[in-house]
Antibody, heavy 116, light 107 residues
Framework: EVQLVESGGGVIQPGGSLRLSCAAS????????MSWVRQAPGEGLVWVAA??????YYADSVKGRFTISRDNSKDTLYLQMNSLRVEDTAVYYC???????????WGQGTLVTVSS | DFQMTQSPSSLSASVGDRVTITCRAS??????LAWYQQKPGKVPELLIY???TLQSGVPSRFSGSGSGTDFTLTISSLQPADVATYYC?????????FGGGTKVEIK
């Protein structure tokens, strides 16, 4: 059974940094592209970043501030978030891609609150 | 910027009604379109991929159609368990943009 467990969320002041982790199990982690998707309170889903077959992609809103990475030896996906803004407040989900870029598997999410 | 536009943003229908949600891409995406259901307080779940392929375990009252820029999600007979927000997502290339969502309620 595929399991994705996010951690690392919390309350942080604007301008601060946070690193999210997503521990994966139940599948061959190194073989699958992975993404981060976020959802601000009461709002819709927003794709944030993807690490796909050695290539990295970011949404314009986080480019230059966020870094996605993975450690295949630890079956873990990361999101390093720097220069955080109030508008980055959201639940952050990690998601495992299917064959072509849709998301059959999601973690439970971790809440990041950026507030002074 | 690439846009995925869903309509309506919300709807209210009776149990047993046929419900249709539309999603329009600002550029052609072939059939690289997925639909998700998110129930209140829950994680999104994949319903349909490749515009019309039902994910395993999803009830057959859900169906998808379309190609290019215009897509639809249809619930053939609305059930109380279908109360949720529905999102489309394109995945032909990055950015993997989601639509704004359609909230479905029971009348």
């Amino acid at each position: 059974e595929v399991q994705l467990v996010e951690s690392g969320g919390g309350v942080i002041q604007p301008g601060g940094s946070l690193r999210l982790s997503c521990a994966a199990s139940g599948f061959t982690f190194s073989s699958y592209p992975m993404s981060w998707v976020r959802q601000a309170p009461g709002e819709g889903l927003v794709w944030v970043a993807a690490l796909s077959r050695g290539r990295i992609y970011y949404a314009d809103s986080v480019k230059g501030r966020f870094t996605i990475s993975r450690d295949n030896s630890k079956d873990t996906l990361y999101l390093q978030m720097n220069s955080l803004r109030v508008e980055d407040t959201a639940v952050y989900y990690c998601a495992k891609e299917g064959q072509l870029g849709y998301f059959p598997h999601w973690g439970q999410g971790t809440l990041v609150t950026v507030s002074s | 910027d690439f846009q995925m536009t869903q309509s309506p943003s919300s709807l209210s229908a009776s149990v047993g009604d046929r419900v249709t949600i539309t999603c329009r891409a600002s550029q052609g995406i072939s059939n690289y379109l997925a639909w998700y259901q998110q129930k209140p307080g829950k994680v999104p779940e994949l319903l349909i991929y490749s515009a019309s392929t039902l994910q395993s375990g999803v009830p057959s009252r859900f169906s998808g159609s379309g190609s290019g820029t215009d897509f639809t999600l249809t619930i053939s007979s609305l059930q109380p368990a279908d109360v949720a927000t529905y999102y489309c997502q394109k995945y032909n290339n990055a950015p993997l943009t989601f639509g704004g969502g359609t909230k479905v309620e029971i009348k």
